[in-house]
């Protein structure tokens, strides 16, 4: 059993996306007209599980969070996604996507917490609502720095009250006092009237002292809600929040027999209450029924964009919710040309065997899909990774000063190659552009005789040794702006928006992301066996891949070459730094490196690690990898 709250759905749309997706803006003057809603929607999700100090742990929670962000983006939300924040690290998040996102009015703001809540009686009885955030103790434990370390629902309502944007919704799984906001049972009637009145909403799951499963009905009634139309109680099409609330508070109440009282309402505040927030729904009605499937998925070729699925049992295999095909049981299925990010699979069987396996078995298997931009059908040109977004603390306590102070970071889904541009890649861009490299044009490359020497030559084709680099070597001697025009040329060959990782970008990917078990080396803490250093490497850069990969399947994001970065380095950026998707500074001398090198020590391979080059300087030990843009 857990108690937590669901709390943090803060309805704020992200940049924007353009007239057709997700909600519009709706003309007041129009009455009628439902084509828009919002011109941006954004969701700020936030799951809370690894707790301490006297809280039970919350599992269920990276499940429920993982649904709820799936949801909102087949809702056309621009979601991002936060793990296990303290309060310092909630207070920073929030305050980035409010200042990133809630001054378009016309946006809509969603705001999704799940964790712990608790209610504290005062001695002139009033009561006092918390979210509980990752290091604050049990009030039981103590009361004093329970207070000083969670976070009361009066922060909330400052929050909700600095949004310009006109709509907004709280959405709390909690067991919480809720007198932040009144009830209310009405539903709208004229979405075009409620969408241009502002309002901000709250719903929780429960009342205070009641205990909450820690597998989360609520959160299951929410992605109901949210992918079908069953809470649409006037068929319009539109789910408003007033909907919401009532769908959720008479569906969990009867799911939990009656142990679970959802809240919902507005804000005590005339100004701030009276529209409503409205989806968007765009799938068919359906009803909720029981999936079970086989116990054991065995995924292979992965990195090829493709999986094989062997089953125990026989079903109807859905992917992402279509039917891809019936299969019989230990059979082997092909599923061939995915597109990269994050995948659902779900095998319903017939009733006799998921009876047998018991409908509480675990209904569907994510498998992380890499993507590959392929210059020819037989040949994998660049395998692209996908880094979910999400919050985390950027720098280190290193003793480097230009790794302090360590800050709360944002950031949005990015795509990211899984090794070091190689010397074939980098070959194939020179032979279609016949670009020339800015060591070429400057008329001298290095050669390695026993002395270094310049030569008229392509440098990028050598390796340490002066010799021919072999294809899956690393690309080096090459300038950041050679960089920049490889990624240039990519991005037209490929019809996509490739770059330099930024500095943010790259740490949050070598920690391995959202899924980081936070290393001080990329993948863990046993350098040698992550990467090539000057202890290990004997003199020279290695072919990409040999190594351990990261918790993303990211190779040598510690050791072999230093990586160039899109960012101009500032050694006291840290200080100043934007919380949400930082660039670095406007302008300096040197551009950012990370990851250290084969000619460095152990200690250059640091995740946190920061290193500087002038952009027009090239040597043996410095290379890149790219990104591709998502959002």
Excluded at 27 to 35: E, F, H, K, T
Excluded at 185 to 214: C, L
Excluded at 243 to 257: A, C, D, H, M, P
Excluded at 399 to 426: C, K, M, R, W
Aim: contains cysteine; glycine residues 10%.
């Amino acid at each position: 059993m857990r108690q937590y709250i669901f709390i943090f759905f803060l309805i704020l749309c992200f940049l924007s996306w353009g007239q057709d997706r997700g909600f519009r803006r709706v003309s007041p003057s129009v009455a009628g007209d439902l084509s828009a809603l919002y011109h941006e929607n954004h969701a700020l999700i936030i799951g809370n599980s690894r707790y301490t100090e006297g809280w039970p742990m919350l599992s269920g929670v990276q499940e429920d969070v993982k649904e709820v962000a799936k949801a909102l983006k087949n809702q056309g939300f621009n979601v991002l996604l936060a793990h296990d924040l303290n309060k310092f690290q909630m207070d920073s998040a929030m305050t980035s996507f409010i200042s990133s996102y809630g001054t378009n009015q016309e946006a809509g703001l969603l705001f999704y917490f799940a964790g712990h809540g608790h209610t504290i009686q005062t001695n002139y009885g009033d009561k006092l609502g918390y979210i509980v955030p990752v290091g604050a103790p049990s009030p039981n434990l103590n009361p004093m720095e329970f207070q000083s370390k969670a976070t009361e629902m009066a922060q909330i309502e400052i929050y909700a009250k600095r949004i310009e944007s006109k709509h907004a919704i709280f959405i709390f799984d909690a067991c919480f006092s809720g007198s932040i906001f009144s009830g209310t049972r009405a539903i709208p009637e004229v979405i075009s009237y409620k969408t241009a009145q502002p309002v901000r909403q709250f719903i929780s799951s429960g009342t205070e002292n009641e205990k909450v499963s820690d597998e989360s009905v609520f959160r299951k009634q929410f992605v109901e809600a949210m992918t079908t139309s069953n809470a649409d109680f006037n068929e319009d099409g539109y789910l408003t929040g007033t909907e919401l609330g009532r769908f959720l508070q008479s569906t969990v109440i009867n799911y939990t027999k009656d142990s679970q009282h959802p809240q919902y309402g507005k804000i005590n505040n005339p100004a701030l209450n009276k529209g409503d927030f409205v989806f968007m729904l765009n799938a068919e009605k359906r009803s909720s029924t029981a999936i079970a499937t086989a116990s054991t998925y065995d995924y292979s070729d992965v990195d090829l964009g493709s999986i094989e699925l062997t089953t125990e049992l026989g079903g109807d295999l859905y992917l992402d919710g279509k039917l891809l095909s019936s299969v019989s049981p230990n059979t082997i299925v092909p599923i061939n040309n995915l597109a990269s990010g994050l995948h659902t699979l779900e095998l319903k069987g017939p009733e006799k065997w998921r009876q047998e396996v018991g409908v509480n078995a675990n209904s569907t298997s994510e498998v992380q899909i890499t993507s590959n931009f392929s210059s020819n059908e037989d040949l994998p040109f660049i395998q692209m990774v996908f880094v979910q977004g999400g919050t985390f603390d950027m720098g280190g306590k290193s003793g480097d000063q230009d790794e302090l102070p360590i800050h709360a970071v944002t950031l949005n889904d990015f795509e990211i190659s899984a090794y070091e541009i190689t010397v074939s890649q980098f070959r194939e861009f020179i032979q279609e552009t016949g670009y020339k490299t800015e060591a070429e044009i400057e008329g001298w490359s290095w050669i390695f005789d026993g002395e270094w020497k310049k030569k008229v030559g392509y440098d990028w084709e050598l390796n340490t040794n002066g010799d021919i680099a072999g294809d899956n070597e690393p690309v080096t001697f090459v300038s950041w702006g050679d960089s920049q025009r490889f990624t240039e040329w990519l991005s037209t060959k490929f019809n996509a928006r490739f770059r330099l990782p930024t500095e943010a970008e790259w740490e949050y990917a070598a920690r391995g992301g959202v899924h980081s078990g936070r290393w001080d080396y990329a993948g863990g803490e046993i350098a040698p066996l992550l990467g090539w250093f000057k202890t290990n490497a004997e003199g020279g850069a290695h072919q990409v891949g040999e190594q351990r990969a990261n918790e993303l399947n990211l190779y040598d994001m510690s050791g072999n070459v230093w990586e160039w970065c899109l960012d101009w380095y500032g050694e006291s950026y840290y200080a100043r730094s934007s919380s949400s998707n930082p660039k670095g500074v406007l302008s300096s001398e040197f551009r950012v490196l990370r990851g250290g090198s084969w000619n460095n020590s152990e200690e250059s391979g640091r995740v946190t690690n920061r290193h500087k080059n002038r952009p027009n300087e090239r040597d043996s030990f410095t290379g890149f990898r790219v990104v591709r843009e998502t959002y």
